[in-house]
């Protein structure tokens, strides 16, 4: 990727796509409530891509020669927030690039996993990328994620799965994130999940709210054969 202020995605005046062409839906929650867990279910039976802020980061970060991969490091491991020109311009291109492999059949589904976590985010991705249908909501107490992003790091190998890291973006999450869910809320456009249950609990409650929001599931059609 070129130079941040040479990054055009959030330089445009309009949006990329309209809501009609591709279909966005964010999810959100605190670190460790479940939302790349429940958005592996919905891949499978919805169809959607799946695309994670933070997956796409740590991969920029990985990636020989960028000139971000310093600062994308140092941010994950304190908890903070990346510039939205880098997390912006990653996400469209990964669309552009999912939208590319698929081709002509698929409906241009995607679910944009742990984005907007910030005001500037939201507002920039919506003017200049596509506006979403609705924010997936996953709420989950403090203690019960704690406890599970310390079990996860047992395994992980994440630099910001670790007590120091989690605190931070705990409180990231309250102060900035949290007024993005806020201003959509007000706008009716969260879909609020309680995330405290088992998996299949949690999941069955996205099902039921996604259908009363027209979201349905792909439906396989048996063909009988001979
Ligand atoms: P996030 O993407 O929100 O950071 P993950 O989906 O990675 O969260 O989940 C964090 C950890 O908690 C993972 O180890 C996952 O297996 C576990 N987990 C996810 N959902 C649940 C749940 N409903 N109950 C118990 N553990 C869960
Ligand atoms: P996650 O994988 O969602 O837990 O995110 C891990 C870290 O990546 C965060 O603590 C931030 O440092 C960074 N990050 C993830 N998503 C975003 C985003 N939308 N904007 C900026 N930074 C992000």
């Known amino acids: ?20 062409e591709v279909t966005v839906i964010f999810v959100l929650g605190g670190p460790g409530a479940g939302k790349g867990t429940q958005c592996q279910k919905l891949v499978s039976d919805y169809g959607f891509k799946h695309l994670s802020a933070g997956d796409l980061l740590r991969e920029e970060q990985d990636r020989p020669g960028s000139e971000f991969g310093e600062m994308i490091k140092s941010n994950i491991k304190e908890g903070i927030i990346v510039p939205m ?35 500037d985010q939201a507002h920039a ?8 249908k609705f924010t997936l909501f996953f709420d989950c107490s403090e203690a019960v994620m704690e406890k599970r992003l310390l079990q996860r790091g047992e395994t ?12 931070k973006r705990f409180r990231v999450f309250v102060e900035t ?28 409650d996205v099902q039921a709210k996604f259908r009363e929001r027209g ?7 048996f063909v009988k054969t001979a």
Do not use: C, H
């Open 215 to 221: 979201v349905e599931p792909i439906t396989i059609k």
């Open 1 to 20: 990727m070129p130079a941040i202020e040479k990054l055009g995605a959030t330089t445009r005046t309009s949006p990329l796509w309209s809501a009609s």
């Open 85 to 119: 020109e880098v997390t912006i311009q990653l996400l469209e291109n990964a669309m552009k690039a999912q939208i590319e492999a698929e081709g002509e059949a698929w409906k241009k589904l995607f679910l944009i996993d742990g984005f907007p976590r910030k005001l």
């Open 125 to 132: 991705f919506e003017r200049t990328v596509v506006p979403s």
């Open 156 to 167: 992980s190998g994440r630099s910001d799965d670790n007590l120091e890291s989690i605190k």
């Open 177 to 204: 994130s949290m007024p993005v869910v806020n201003e959509f809320e007000s706008q009716n456009r969260v879909v609020k999940v309680s995330a405290e249950r088992s998996p299949e609990e949690v999941y069955r």
